[in-house]
């Protein structure tokens, strides 16, 4: 293992504890929205994300380089307490127009009201920092989740495919909104190709329609490695990546499955490696199995965008049975969740080959959407997928084995 990868491993491996704030902007971040636009704003936010555990990650995009923070408290007119975007080496996140700032030791079920505060940076000399103008945002709220909840809910959407209209379309088919997180299960988009995209096909209906309040979750697909973006666009995220974590009677996996066709496909021109990727993810889903917060969670659940098995042929579907399979297998995890296929399906268990229930989500085209619902207890997972007229189209429920 050479010093890139074993960094990279470090890295992968504190997953969910990776705090946000220690993202970097790139320099061309926000190009766009500061064109012709010489007034200093919040361009988009704020969006909210979070792997639970009493703490949540806030996010938002200024149109210039900034510095900025968060104040925040339990109630609207006493916003007392204020968190800031830090680096890993002592600075404060700054210069830059992404913003994220993390917020730990939340109170359990506590309603918080919070606003964002950006002051413009304009001049960064070794000596001196000249600042602009102070903009702050609206006050919103969020309900930090009780991680020790009885009952949970959420919903996944997959394989939007640069269709932005599709996300509020679907959310306005669940008549209860009020979720603990919304789930994106890979291909957001079709490819990335720059800033504007992320924000307007994905950043920009989530804030319009629930990320102010509650927080997304999500993992790319294969479609989200593709493109002359793809290595800038996690810094627009709080986490892409694979991950774990505990809420209520749920442990739950998240997978990212890479590409589907094999890396040396002439379309991939040499420049990725998911077969090391997924084999790094195998190693780690095994700890995880043996680890005491999946062993005592009643129900487990994987979340992954190119499904277990019944995808096909290609080379990254076969690698992910032949890694995954046996895991989620050994695991007994109670219920699988992905993408991919473009035609949504419910897989019963198998005693031979997927021991678990597998439900794929559809795909982009009128009809052939679905958004998923997911509700557990200590005693059942109910699943419903509705299909894009609000009418369901898959349902399973898991009782506690
Ligand atoms: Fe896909």
């Not at 919070?114 to 000249?130: H, R």
């Not at 959420?154 to 603990?180: G, T, W, Y």
């Not at 129900?299 to 290609?314: E, K, T």
């Amino acid at each position: 293992m050479n010093d890139n990868q074993c960094n990279r491993r470090n890295f992968l491996k504190v997953g969910l504890t990776l705090s946000a704030a220690t993202m970097v902007a790139p320099a061309n971040a926000i190009a766009d929205i500061a064109r012709n636009d010489d007034e200093f704003k919040i361009a988009v936010g704020p969006y909210l994300q979070t792997n639970f555990n009493h703490s949540i990650t806030i996010l938002w995009l200024t149109n210039k380089n900034a510095a900025g923070w968060v104040e925040f408290g339990e109630t609207a007119e006493n916003l007392n307490q204020k968190a800031y975007g830090k680096t890993e080496l002592g600075l404060m996140q700054a210069n830059s127009k992404l913003n994220a700032v993390t917020i730990n030791n939340l109170k359990p079920g506590v309603k918080y009201y919070y606003k964002l505060v950006s002051k413009e940076i304009k001049d960064f000399q070794p000596y001196k920092l000249t600042y602009g103008e102070t903009v702050t945002s609206k006050v919103e709220e969020f309900i930090n989740t009780d991680v020790n909840k009885e009952e949970i809910s959420f919903l996944m959407m997959n394989d939007i495919h640069d269709r932005p209209e599709s996300i509020p379309l679907l959310l306005n088919l669940v008549p209860a909104k009020k979720q603990d997180f919304i789930f994106f299960n890979g291909d957001v988009f079709d490819y990335q190709t720059d800033e504007k995209q992320i924000i307007d096909h994905m950043l920009q209906p989530c804030v319009d329609n629930f990320a102010k309040q509650t927080p997304f979750i999500y993992v790319r697909g294969n479609h989200e490695t593709r493109g002359k973006f793809a290595r800038v666009f996690p810094q627009y995220y709080m986490h892409v990546g694979y991950a774990a974590f505990t809420l209520g009677p749920v442990r739950f996996v998240v997978l990212d499955t890479g590409e589907d066709k094999e890396d040396s496909h002439p379309v991939y021109a040499g420049i990725v490696d998911f077969d090391d990727y997924r084999i790094q993810q195998a190693e780690w889903f095994k700890t995880e199995i043996n680890s005491k917060a999946f062993k005592k969670a009643p129900f487990r659940i994987v979340l992954m965008h190119i499904p277990p098995r019944f995808s096909g042929d290609a080379h990254g579907p076969k690698h992910c049975t032949e890694l995954f399979e046996p895991l989620l297998n050994q695991g007994k995890i109670d219920l699988v969740l992905s993408g991919h296929t473009h035609k949504y399906m419910v897989h019963q268990p198998d005693k031979d080959l997927n021991h678990y229930p597998l439900i794929i989500g559809g795909g982009p085209r009128d009809g052939a959407r679905t958004i998923t619902k997911i509700k557990a207890n200590k005693n059942k997972i109910v699943v419903s997928m509705l299909d894009d007229s609000g009418k369901e189209v898959g349902a399973y429920t898991a009782l506690k084995k």
